[in-house]
């Protein structure tokens, strides 16, 4: 038997740090949607756990967060449970755009079915915010208030169709620097209103959202890595509504007004740019 599963990227509308937590995590209040971008994932049945990406075997010892999502239903199950994995990656890593966590939630969501195991989707929830933060909003799709340290989530009822663009300067940040580069600068949270830029964003006012809205950690990534800024000035001189880093970077997303200004914008900007859009 053999199931397919798409993992959906994801980016942050908004994002502000409230405090660091007793646990060491940092309290957080998020507007995350999912967006077309994907990796996909093709899982069969077998003897044993393997993983390919890309089609090249995962090196023995590595355990990523596919494998470890696999190990953690074989536990729940109570069984010696086996799939062959193979793993196209289309989302660029250490982005901000939650690959390694959409691939994570696709698996539980594929693995599920393959073994036939009828765990819901609150008890999916409780396995993946045990393997990170952002595995519970990508077991879903969709517009999410994420709250905590990623375990407070709302999904909030509204199916946007923006246009995007990515630009990714190529290399990665490392979320705990980042997060570690927030608190050595002592910086403070932004106070965001975010149920008004979830109103602005609904009814597609980007001049209102731009005011409501922001990510905390932006800034600090751009010390640790100025081409963030960079990416950004790239896109809005490109004919970008808005734009914001995703997450804890390095990823940099443009808002279009419609698929041909973005499509203009990437014939602008060439192969680095990714064309996408919000989903579903």
């Given at each position: 038997?053999?199931?397919?599963?798409?993992?959906?990227?994801?980016?942050?509308?908004?994002?502000?740090?409230?405090?660091?937590?007793?646990?060491?995590?940092?309290?957080?209040?998020?507007?995350?949607?999912?967006?077309?971008?994907?990796?996909?994932?093709?899982?069969?049945?077998?003897?044993?756990?393997?993983?390919?990406?890309?089609?090249?075997?995962?090196?023995?010892?590595?355990?990523?967060?596919?494998?470890?999502?696999?190990?953690?239903?074989?536990?729940?199950?109570?069984?010696?449970?086996?799939?062959?994995?193979?793993?196209?990656?289309?989302?660029?890593?250490?982005?901000?755009?939650?690959?390694?966590?959409a691939d994570c939630a696709a698996t539980l969501r594929a693995l599920n079915r393959l073994w036939r195991l009828g765990l819901t989707a609150h008890e999916l929830m409780e396995i993946g915010a045990t393997l990170g933060s952002d595995v519970p909003?990508?077991?879903?799709?969709?517009?999410?208030?994420?709250?905590?340290?990623?375990?407070?989530?709302?999904?909030?009822?509204?199916?946007?169709?923006?246009?995007?663009?990515?630009?990714?300067?190529?290399?990665?940040?490392?979320?705990?620097?980042?997060?570690?580069?927030?608190?050595?600068?002592?910086?403070?949270?932004?106070?965001?209103?975010?149920?008004?830029?979830?109103?602005?964003?609904?009814?597609?006012?980007?001049?209102?959202?731009?005011?409501?809205?922001?990510?905390?950690?932006?800034?600090?990534?751009?010390?640790?890595?100025?081409?963030?800024?960079?990416?950004?000035?790239?896109?809005?001189?490109?004919?970008?509504?808005?734009?914001?880093?995703?997450?804890?970077?390095?990823?940099?997303?443009?808002?279009?007004?419609?698929?041909?200004?973005?499509?203009?914008?990437?014939?602008?900007?060439?192969?680095?740019?990714?064309?996408?859009?919000?989903?579903?």
């Amino acid at each position: 038997m053999m199931t397919t599963e798409r993992a959906h990227a994801k980016i942050n509308w908004a994002l502000d740090v409230l405090e660091k937590r007793a646990d060491g995590f940092h309290e957080l209040d998020m507007l995350i949607t999912s967006i077309a971008l994907h990796d996909e994932l093709v899982f069969e049945e077998a003897d044993g756990l393997t993983l390919t990406v890309n089609g090249r075997p995962l090196p023995v010892g590595r355990r990523n967060l596919v494998i470890r999502a696999a190990e953690a239903l074989t536990r729940r199950a109570g069984r010696k449970l086996g799939a062959r994995i193979r793993l196209t990656k289309r989302i660029p890593v250490r982005a901000g755009l939650g690959g390694g966590s959409a691939d994570c939630a696709a698996t539980l969501r594929a693995l599920n079915r393959l073994w036939r195991l009828g765990l819901t989707a609150h008890e999916l929830m409780e396995i993946g915010a045990t393997l990170g933060s952002d595995v519970p909003v990508c077991l879903g799709l969709g517009l999410a208030r994420v709250r905590g340290a990623g375990e407070q989530l709302m999904r909030l009822e509204t199916r946007l169709r923006v246009p995007l663009l990515i630009l990714h300067p190529g290399m990665g940040l490392s979320t705990p620097q980042v997060f570690r580069q927030w608190d050595e600068e002592g910086r403070s949270p932004l106070g965001l209103d975010l149920p008004g830029a979830q109103a602005a964003l609904v009814r597609g006012d980007f001049e209102a959202f731009e005011r409501l809205t922001g990510n905390a950690l932006e800034a600090s990534a751009i010390s640790l890595m100025p081409e963030v800024q960079a990416a950004k000035e790239q896109l809005l001189a490109a004919g970008a509504r808005f734009a914001q880093m995703s997450g804890s970077g390095s990823a940099v997303y443009g808002v279009f007004g419609d698929r041909q200004s973005a499509r203009a914008a990437k014939a602008q900007l060439g192969r680095r740019a990714i064309l996408t859009e919000t989903y579903p």
